[in-house]
């Protein structure tokens, strides 16, 4: 028992020995660490802030005329005795022969930062503006006329709410211009809205707001149309032209109101033809070997049961050597023998297949528990299928690559 307990002694000593030393070590490098500190230098003078450029020449101070808000560019004291080169356009670049720069000491704040600083050159706003709108400037040729709208839907009431805003550039027969706009909601082509007329301007501004009741399950099958008109001295009526807008692409909510513009489009004048007429456009792009149809519109169909339950679509084929290759088909619509689809199909097609290739476009009539019926169809491709509108549509399709050529076609019951 002696023996451990001398034992134990001893270990304990040399445990405390070890711990006093590592606590003396300690102390000693933390004394010697307060020890290396050197004594901080007198912080700078402030200096007036209004005299910050007071001791620079004129030169460098003094914006150019065309500069007059330009906002200056500061170099602070702390990049002062750098070499710098001076250039033709009151700017100032530093050499690149000191890659270090020592920093300098005392307290730092945006304050003293600028204390004798300097300027080096401008920065000038206009470079950082949102880009402008340019709806109202860039005007392609043979425009007639740009409308402005905005259109919002409320749910509970069911109601449509469309805010016809304004009208520029306007191409009236006369020098004068007294516009006027009736807007319709399609297919309800008896009835309209119509706003003030506004005296003798081209670019008139209306503001006004007009209400139609729709139920929203009916919304997405109209249309709106809105006619521009011009009044001459004699109280007539002449169409400067219209604009349709389809609602069913739209996201239409009560949190949603979308301000939209649109070209004026000259109305086709001619009467429809036997079976009625179709409007659509033609592209192809050379370099993706991609043949673009948008099936506009189309007016006059001879529908064999006018009823809110007849619908009316348009199926688009792709022919080769009178061989199917692949159909598309729009949306439905009911009740109306004036339908607008504005829906865009592509098709693949090589640069080398355009001459014996060809498309169909086809109006059918459907009815619930009913066959379907076909109510017109056109034909457009080379001179190996078609003739007169249909072959100068096709020819003018592929002289003009990657642009949309849009016209009317009559529709027959031929193939």
């Given at each position: 028992?002696?023996?451990?307990?001398v034992?134990?002694?001893i270990?304990?000593?040399?445990?405390?020995?070890?711990?006093?030393?590592?606590?003396?070590?300690?102390l000693?490098?933390?004394?010697?660490?307060?020890?290396?500190?050197?004594?901080?230098?007198?912080?700078?003078?402030?200096t007036?802030?209004?005299a910050?450029?007071?001791?620079?020449?004129?030169?460098?101070?003094?914006?150019?005329?065309?500069?007059?808000?330009?906002?200056?560019?500061?170099?602070?004291?702390?990049l002062?005795?750098?070499?710098?080169?001076?250039?033709?356009n009151?700017?100032?670049?530093q050499?690149?022969?000191?890659?270090y720069?020592?920093p300098?000491?005392?307290?730092?704040?945006?304050?003293?930062?600028?204390?004798?600083?300097?300027?080096?050159?401008?920065?000038?706003?206009?470079?950082y503006k949102?880009?402008?709108?340019?709806?109202?400037?860039?005007?392609?040729?043979?425009n007639?006329?740009?409308?402005w709208?905005?259109?919002?839907y409320?749910?509970?009431?069911e109601?449509?709410?469309?805010?016809?805003?304004?009208?520029?550039k306007?191409?009236?027969?006369?020098?004068?211009?007294?516009?006027?706009?009736?807007?319709?909601?399609?297919?309800d082509e008896r009835?309209y809205?119509?706003?003030?007329?506004?005296?003798?301007?081209?670019?008139p501004?209306?503001?006004e707001?007009?209400?139609?009741?729709?139920?929203s399950?009916?919304l997405?099958?109209?249309?709106?149309?809105?006619?521009?008109?011009?009044?001459?001295?004699?109280?007539?009526?002449?169409?400067l032209?219209?604009?349709?807008?389809?609602l069913?692409?739209?996201?239409l909510?009560?949190?949603?109101?979308?301000?939209?513009?649109?070209?004026?489009?000259?109305?086709?004048?001619?009467?429809?033809?036997?079976?009625?007429d179709?409007?659509?456009s033609l592209s192809?792009?050379?370099?993706?070997?991609?043949l673009?149809?948008?099936?506009?519109?189309?007016?006059?169909?001879k529908l064999?049961?006018?009823?809110p339950?007849?619908?009316v679509?348009?199926?688009v084929?792709?022919m080769?050597?009178n061989k199917?290759?692949?159909?598309?088909?729009t949306?439905?619509?009911l009740?109306?023998?004036n339908?607008?689809y504005?829906?865009?199909?592509s098709?693949?097609?090589?640069?080398?297949?355009?001459?014996?290739a060809s498309l169909s476009?086809s109006?059918?009539?459907?009815?619930?528990?009913e066959?379907?019926?076909l109510?017109?169809?056109?034909?457009?491709g080379?001179?190996?299928?078609?003739?007169?509108?249909?072959?100068?549509?096709?020819?003018?399709?592929?002289?003009k690559?990657?642009?949309?050529?849009?016209?009317?076609h009559?529709?027959?019951?031929s193939?």
């Amino acid at each position: 028992e002696q023996a451990v307990a001398v034992a134990g002694g001893i270990i304990g000593g040399i445990l405390l020995f070890v711990l006093l030393g590592i606590t003396a070590y300690l102390l000693w490098k933390k004394f010697c660490r307060l020890c290396s500190y050197e004594k901080l230098t007198n912080p700078v003078k402030t200096t007036n802030a209004n005299a910050i450029f007071q001791d620079q020449p004129n030169s460098e101070i003094q914006l150019k005329s065309t500069r007059s808000r330009s906002v200056p560019f500061i170099i602070p004291p702390t990049l002062h005795g750098r070499d710098w080169i001076h250039l033709t356009n009151e700017e100032q670049v530093q050499e690149d022969r000191d890659p270090y720069m020592t920093p300098q000491s005392g307290p730092r704040s945006s304050f003293h930062s600028l204390a004798g600083a300097y300027v080096v050159g401008t920065i000038n706003p206009d470079l950082y503006k949102f880009p402008e709108d340019k709806s109202e400037t860039d005007f392609p040729d043979g425009n007639i006329g740009r409308l402005w709208f905005s259109i919002e839907y409320e749910q509970e009431s069911e109601r449509l709410l469309v805010s016809l805003i304004k009208v520029r550039k306007l191409q009236p027969p006369a020098d004068s211009c007294s516009p006027f706009v009736k807007i319709y909601l399609l297919p309800d082509e008896r009835s309209y809205l119509q706003s003030k007329t506004k005296r003798k301007t081209l670019n008139p501004q209306f503001d006004e707001n007009f209400v139609f009741q729709v139920s929203s399950k009916m919304l997405l099958q109209r249309t709106l149309k809105f006619l521009v008109y011009h009044v001459d001295k004699q109280k007539k009526h002449h169409l400067l032209g219209q604009v349709i807008f389809p609602l069913k692409n739209e996201a239409l909510t009560e949190d949603n109101k979308l301000v939209i513009w649109r070209d004026l489009e000259k109305e086709n004048l001619e009467p429809p033809s036997e079976h009625g007429d179709i409007q659509f456009s033609l592209s192809y792009n050379d370099y993706l070997g991609r043949l673009t149809v948008v099936v506009l519109r189309a007016r006059g169909l001879k529908l064999q049961e006018e009823s809110p339950a007849v619908g009316v679509y348009v199926k688009v084929s792709l022919m080769n050597h009178n061989k199917f290759i692949k159909s598309k088909k729009t949306a439905t619509l009911l009740g109306t023998p004036n339908p607008v689809y504005n829906e865009t199909f592509s098709f693949k097609a090589e640069q080398t297949e355009l001459d014996t290739a060809s498309l169909s476009l086809s109006v059918l009539q459907s009815i619930k528990g009913e066959k379907t019926l076909l109510l017109g169809r056109v034909v457009v491709g080379p001179f190996m299928y078609t003739r007169g509108k249909e072959l100068e549509h096709w020819n003018e399709m592929i002289s003009k690559p990657k642009e949309l050529v849009k016209r009317w076609h009559a529709l027959c019951h031929s193939t």
